[in-house]
């Protein structure tokens, strides 16, 4: 009877995994566009695709730019996690720590890319410790409906 029920639940929590890093990227994307279109515009022809260009760019940026990447790349582990965490058939916790180290993949990919300020790798624990906090207030919000 459980091993029938977490069966059932895997195509679920496949998709839930999906839709969470779906909405973790939705939200770190539109916190990056925020900063390099609003915030800090990139000079005009920069392109982000380019690793010089863009490191230049990076380079000329202030404290408060890097603040921002931190929460967009916080903002993805958590709000990703969460979603995975909230559409789970079984194991929400499982489902917001999978969002969470692949969200931590892509930053260790992302800093050996781009070249930001080294206070910067503190957020590399950070991911999956969001992460967690999204599984566990979704395990909190279970409890309390019952």
């Known amino acids: 009877m459980v091993a029938e029920r977490v069966k059932s639940a895997v195509p679920r929590n496949i998709g839930a995994v999906l839709l969470g890093i779906a909405a973790g990227m939705a939200v770190n994307m539109a916190l990056v566009i ?3 279109s609003v915030l800090f515009p990139m000079p005009e022809g920069t392109d982000m695709a380019n690793p010089e260009q863009f490191n230049a760019y990076i380079a000329t940026l202030p404290t ?9 790349h916080l903002g993805q582990s958590f709000v990703g996690g969460w979603v995975a965490a909230r559409l789970a058939g079984s194991r ?7 969002v969470g180290a692949l969200s931590l993949a892509g930053g260790i990919l992302n800093m050996m890319t781009v070249k930001g300020p080294t206070w910067l790798y503190i957020e590399l624990p950070l991911y999956l410790a969001v992460a967690w906090a999204a599984g566990a207030l979704e395990l909190r919000r ?5």
């Open 64 to 72: 408060a730019a890097f603040v921002v990447v931190l929460a967009a």
């Open 92 to 98: 929400p916790m499982v489902l917001a720590m999978i």
């Open 34 to 36: 925020l900063n390099t």
């Open 142 to 146: 279970r409890a309390a409906t019952g």
